[in-house]
């Protein structure tokens, strides 16, 4: 079926290490993905999105990769810190409202 | 501003009963949705509304209903609460329909059915 997952659900870090989180999609009319991370107890939050007719987009110490031909999206946290803690999503969408998630990565910073 | 907000946070249903979750957004948003959230699992979109007196179902309507009868506010009724709709519900709004109009998310109602 057409779905949006996670390659993993939980994913342990030493802060200061660099984070990837990967994600797994198989909708290939897709054209629009986005990253979003939901802290304890709060809604989630836009983090990055990226564009089908791209392959990498860049923010503040966050990438996103995209790789159309295995239908493979990761998100890159550098430097990771313990205020990065959270679940994190992948999304995608067919250019309109119509957003499906995947299940989500528990990302955990160890001190 | 306040964003998107929703109460309550936290409310206990028996099965049979009936509840409103609030949502109310001040950005001035056209498009407000709602979402549930089951454990470990991502969220499915339940109703959403295009502008003030336009709604639709989204992927998990059953049980549910919306109305829109302004631009700022969107509730999400339960008639007959069941177990099944045990979940966290999230109330997001954004701007436009494009898929890069950012939606924006509440920060939850967490809702057990007992």
């Known amino acids: 079926g057409e779905s949006v997952g996670l390659h993993l659900p939980t994913l342990s870090v030493q802060e200061g290490d660099n984070s990837i989180i990967n994600c797994a999609y198989s909708?290939?009319?897709?054209?629009?993905f986005i990253w979003y991370k939901q802290e304890s107890g709060k809604g989630p939050q836009f983090i990055i999105d990226i564009r089908s007719n791209m392959d990498k987009r860049q923010g503040q110490r966050v990438t996103v990769l995209l790789n159309k031909t295995v239908k493979h999206l990761s998100l890159q946290i550098a430097a990771t810190q313990p205020g990065d803690s959270a679940v994190y999503f992948c999304a995608e969408n067919k250019n309109d409202y119509k957003l499906s998630f995947g299940a989500g990565t528990t990302v955990t910073v160890r001190a | 501003n306040a964003g998107v907000t929703q109460t309550p946070k936290f409310r206990i249903l028996k099965i049979g009963q009936s509840m409103t979750l609030q949502c109310t957004q001040d950005m001035n948003h056209n498009y407000m949705y709602w979402y549930r959230q089951d454990p470990g699992m991502g969220l499915k979109l339940i109703y959403y509304s295009v502008g003030a007196g336009i709604t639709d179902k989204g992927e998990v309507p059953n049980g549910y209903n919306v109305s829109r009868s302004t631009t700022e506010d969107f509730p999400l009724r339960l008639e007959l609460a069941a177990p099944s709709q045990t979940s966290v519900y999230f109330c997001?709004?954004?701007?436009?329909?494009?898929?890069?109009?950012?939606?924006?998310f509440g920060p939850g109602t967490r809702l057990t059915v007992l």
């Open positions: 997001a709004s954004s701007y436009g329909a494009r898929s890069t109009d950012t939606q924006y």
């Open positions: 909708n290939s009319a897709s054209d629009y």
